[in-house]
């Protein structure tokens, strides 16, 4: 099975930094790896992602703060998360453009559970 597992999040006051990490395992092939948010009663919204060769991409709220960087080896993707605001109050989500080893014909994005960060202000 593939599994997503983040990790990082908590608690923290306005202005301060986190960094999330994300470890995919029984996965292969891997492209895109992103991070995603939800705040509630609000829509899942990108709010990073990165491809195997480095290209990036921001949503506009989190351009300048945030840092999306991935190790290919090891599967994982991280998110450095600087001069936090209450409106980066959400469950953060990481996901992962793969195969499901060894099923090689199949490709699909796969979810982690979610961490929580919340920022205080």
């Known amino acids: 099975q593939v599994q997503l597992v983040e990790s990082g999040g908590g608690l923290v006051q306005a202005g301060g930094s986190l960094r999330l990490s994300c470890a995919a395992s029984?996965?292969?092939?891997?492209?895109?790896m992103g991070w995603y948010r939800q705040a509630p009663g609000k829509q899942r919204d990108l709010v990073a992602a990165?491809?195997?060769?480095?290209?990036?991409n921001y949503s506009d709220s989190v351009k300048g703060r945030f840092t999306i960087s991935r190790d290919n080896a090891k599967n994982t993707v991280y998110l450095q998360m600087n001069s936090l605001k209450p409106e980066d109050t959400a469950v953060y989500f990481c996901?992962?453009?793969?195969?499901?080893?060894?099923?090689?014909?199949?490709?699909?994005?796969?979810w982690g559970q979610g961490t929580q960060v919340t920022v205080s202000s």
């Open positions: 996901n992962a453009d793969g195969r499901p080893w060894p099923f090689s014909r199949e490709r699909n994005n796969y």
């Open positions: 029984n996965i292969f092939s891997v492209n895109v």
């Open positions: 990165i491809n195997r060769d480095g290209t990036t």
